[in-house]
Structures are given as structure tokens and as C-alpha cells.
């Protein structure tokens, strides 16, 4: 039999944030730790229908189901932890002048504030999703794009540098969700840029 990976929940300490409450937080955890349940679930029932190696007539319409399912329940784990991991408490609002991304901004946009426009646009865009800022890796530039569901809108070979959740759970404690943009705002507030920086650095 195939031995599937086992993937763990992840701690994060972010209480305290600013605009963003403990309540709206411990239900984002618990979300979180769902899609690690059904990821290695899901994993554990592929890897049983692949034990001999086929894959027969009976068990085809099971296994494309359990597969699609894990590319929703997989890239929710995932990106939930891009977002856990750059929040922080006590956040500075914008980069420093110096920092990487801004830099990296700049020489993709022109302008830091320019990114920022469109990054915020993109979060404002209706419908629930992920606003994400990617590097592309052959030439280093970064690029918002709006990703739907978990794994809809994903570039493909494109490193996620920012993430941020804009499903309504993310907020919905907090803000009425025709105050996206109040979250928006919330969310520049604590954003972890030395962890943004490190996923940028780490790329070059």
C-alpha cells in the first residue's frame, strides 16, 4: 500500500490583532484545521483504492471524485497557512522604504502605492476567493490575481508572496460583508512583511 503523507496542524499566535478579533480568529483556525483533516483523509482513501496498483471500473467514479476533492480541501490547507503566516500582532501598516517586497513592487508596478491598488482591487472583486500576489520566477515580477474557490485562478510555476483570504468567514464577526474594504484595511494593518520578505528573498 501506498503510505500517504500526514500532514499537520500548524500553531499560530495571533491574538490581538488589529480590526481583526480573536472570535473571527478561532473560527478561521478551526476551518483551517478541517481541510488538514480531509487532505489526509482524502489522501488515506486515494491511496487505498491505488494499494494494487490498478484502478478498476467500479472504483474510477470514486477515485476522480476523492481526487477533485482534494485539490479544493489541499490548496485550502495550504493557503490558509500562506495567510496565518503573514499576520502578525502589533503590524507596521505599509513596508519599511527598504524592505524587499516594496522594492520588488516598485520595480514591477512603478510605484509601491500602485500595487497596492491593484492588489486592493483585486481583493474588493465580488464573489468569495483568495487575493494573492505572486513572483514570477523567470523574470522576478510580481502580479495580483483573484483565485476562486481554493483552487481555481492559481498561476501555474507562480510563487505566492502575499496571501489574503476574502471569503466571507475571514470577516464576517467583524465586518458586514459589504465592508470588505474595512477588512482590506484591517489586514494591512497586520501584515508579518518579514515573513513576506523571507518568501520573496527566498526566490531570487
Not at 65 to 84: C, D, W
Amino acid at each position: 500500500m501506498i503510505n500517504p503523507t500526514v500532514y499537520k496542524v500548524k500553531s499560530f499566535d495571533l491574538s490581538d490583532l488589529k480590526g481583526i478579533s480573536d472570535k473571527s480568529l478561532d473560527m478561521h483556525f478551526k476551518l483551517y484545521q478541517g481541510y488538514v483533516k480531509q487532505t489526509n483523509s482524502l489522501l488515506e482513501q486515494i491511496s487505498e483504492i491505488l494499494k494494487d496498483g490498478v484502478i478498476d471500473q467500479e472504483e474510477n467514479p470514486v477515485y476522480s471524485e476523492l481526487t477533485r476533492r482534494l485539490g479544493f480541501e489541499f490548496n485550502g490547507m495550504v493557503l490558509h497557512e500562506y495567510y496565518f503566516e503573514n499576520l502578525q500582532k502589533q503590524g507596521t501598516g505599509d513596508p519599511d522604504t527598504q524592505s524587499a517586497f516594496r522594492k520588488a513592487a516598485e520595480e514591477s508596478y512603478g510605484k509601491y502605492e500602485v500595487w497596492k491598488t491593484d492588489f486592493m482591487g483585486v481583493a474588493k472583486l465580488r464573489g468569495v476567493g483568495w487575493a494573492i500576489c505572486y513572483q514570477n520566477p523567470t523574470n522576478k515580477k510580481l502580479s495580483n490575481h483573484w483565485v476562486s474557490l481554493h483552487e481555481i485562478g492559481n498561476v501555474a510555476g507562480f510563487e505566492p508572496i502575499l496571501v489574503l483570504d476574502v471569503w466571507e468567514h475571514a470577516y464576517l464577526f467583524d465586518y458586514a460583508p459589504s465592508d470588505r474594504p474595512k477588512y482590506i484595511e484591517a489586514f494591512f494593518e497586520n501584515i508579518n512583511w518579514d515573513a513576506v520578505d523571507a518568501r520573496l528573498e527566498n526566490k531570487q
